[in-house]
Nanobody, 125 residues
């Protein structure tokens, strides 16, 4: 059974950093496109970053430009999201997602087939 498990969330001060990890099991990780989304209280889930099976990546330039970096390690079945220069508005539950379309690089949540349970990131000012 396909499973995604996120970790690495926590409570940090504004300007701090965190590294989120998402370990996949039950699927051929190297063939899947991966992404991170986030959802703040009262808001819809929004795209943060994506990386395809070839390692090409994309981030939401408006909200996380130059601060967040997505990467993957196929040997460890893991996708990462490095969060730097965190701001209070980055507070949200961060979700990992996987798409069976390995070459995909999209912000559309309906293109992703599997989702993790989320990890909370809280940034205080």
């Amino acid at each position: 059974q396909e499973r995604l498990v996120e970790s690495g969330g926590g409570h940090v001060q504004s300007g701090g950093s965190l590294t989120l990890s998402c370990v996949a099991s039950g699927l051929t990780f190297s063939r899947h496109g991966m992404a991170w989304f986030r959802q703040a209280p009262g808001n819809e889930r929004e795209f943060v970053a994506a990386i395809n099976r070839s390692g090409s990546s994309a981030t939401d330039e408006d909200s996380v430009k130059g601060r967040f970096t997505i990467s993957r390690d196929n040997a460890k079945n893991t996708v990462y999201l490095q969060l730097n220069s965190l701001k209070p508005e980055d507070t949200a539950v961060y979700y990992c997602a996987a798409s069976r379309i390995g070459g995909i690089l999209t912000r559309r949540s309906d293109r992703y087939n599997y989702w993790g349970q989320g990890t909370q990131v809280t940034v205080s000012s």
